[in-house]
T-cell receptor, first 113, second 114 residues
Framework: KQEVTQIPAALSVPEGENLVLNCSFTDSAIYNLQWFRQDPGKGLTSLLL?????REQTSGRLNASLDKSSGRSTLYIAASQPGDSATYLCAVRPGGSQGNLIFGKGTKLSVKP | DTGVSQDPRHKITKRGQNVTFRCDPI?????LYWYRQTLGQGPEFLTY????????KSRLLSDRFSAERPKGSFSTLEIQRTEQGDSAMYLC????????????FGPGTRLTVL
C-alpha cells in the first residue's frame, strides 16, 4: 500500500531564506508526483507536476526534484516571502491507478517578515 | 476558463439529514475526482469519473455516499443520513486525460454535521 510522508510537519523561516520541503513515498511504482499549495480553509493550488520519467521541474522560485528509486521528492523554494506561507502537500499517482492521488499530510510553512 | 467550482461552499446540517454537493469541472476536462479532507490531514480519494462513467470508488465511500456525473459534465455527491464523522472538507478536482493529466482542484465544500 502506497504511503506518503512529509517532513517536517511545520517550518518557520525568516523572509529571504531558501528552504527545502521533503516528501517520501513507499512504493516507487508511480505515474507522477504533484506538489500543491493550500491556504487555510481553501482548496488546493497545483504548483508542479513531475512525471515518473523526469528528474525535476521548475516554475519561478520553485524547483521540485524526484528520485523515484529512493522514493523521495523535494520542493525547493528560493528567496522565501511572507506570501509563501501556506501548507504544502505532496501527492503521488500510483502506477497503474486510474488517476487517484495519494497525499501526504503536508508541511505548514510560515515565512516571517 | 473559470476553474473548478463547487457549491455550496459551506453546509451545516443536523445528523440524519441528507446533503448534496455540486462540482463543475473545467470545461473540456473529461476526468473528475472527489476527495475528502479532515483537519490536519491530506485529502483522501473517494471516487473518480471519466466522462460519465464512475470508474473507481474508495473503500471510504460507504453505502450512504453516492456520486453521479450525468452527461459527463457537472457532478453531484450525495451523503444520506449524515453522521458527525462525515464533517470534513469535500474537494472536487478535474483533469484532461492527455499528457500530464494535472489535477486542478476547486475551493471545496466544508460540511459540518451537528
Amino acid at each position: 500500500k502506497q504511503e506518503v510522508t512529509q517532513i517536517p510537519a511545520a517550518l518557520s523561516v525568516p523572509e529571504g531564506e531558501n528552504l527545502v520541503l521533503n516528501c517520501s513515498f513507499t512504493d516507487s511504482a508511480i505515474y507522477n508526483l504533484q506538489w500543491f499549495r493550500q491556504d487555510p480553509g481553501k482548496g488546493l493550488t497545483s504548483l508542479l507536476l513531475i512525471q515518473s520519467s523526469q528528474r525535476e521541474q521548475t516554475s519561478g522560485r520553485l524547483n521540485a526534484s524526484l528520485d523515484k528509486s529512493s522514493g523521495r521528492s523535494t520542493l525547493y523554494i528560493a528567496a522565501s516571502q511572507p506570501g509563501d506561507s501556506a501548507t504544502y502537500l505532496c501527492a503521488v499517482r500510483p502506477g497503474g491507478s486510474q488517476g487517484n492521488l495519494i497525499f501526504g499530510k503536508g508541511t505548514k510553512l510560515s515565512v516571517k517578515p | 476558463d473559470t476553474g473548478v467550482s463547487q457549491d455550496p461552499r459551506h453546509k451545516i446540517t443536523k445528523r440524519g439529514q441528507n446533503v448534496t454537493f455540486r462540482c463543475d469541472p473545467i470545461s473540456e476536462h473529461n476526468r473528475l475526482y472527489w476527495y475528502r479532507q479532515t483537519l490536519g490531514q491530506g485529502p483522501e480519494f473517494l471516487t473518480y469519473f471519466q466522462n460519465e462513467a464512475q470508474l473507481e470508488k474508495s473503500r471510504l465511500l460507504s453505502d450512504r455516499f453516492s456520486a453521479e456525473r450525468p452527461k459527463g459534465s457537472f457532478s453531484t455527491l450525495e451523503i444520506q443520513r449524515t453522521e458527525q464523522g462525515d464533517s470534513a472538507m469535500y474537494l472536487c478536482a478535474s483533469s484532461f486525460f492527455r499528457g500530464a493529466d494535472t489535477q486542478y482542484f476547486g475551493p471545496g465544500t466544508r460540511l459540518t454535521v451537528l
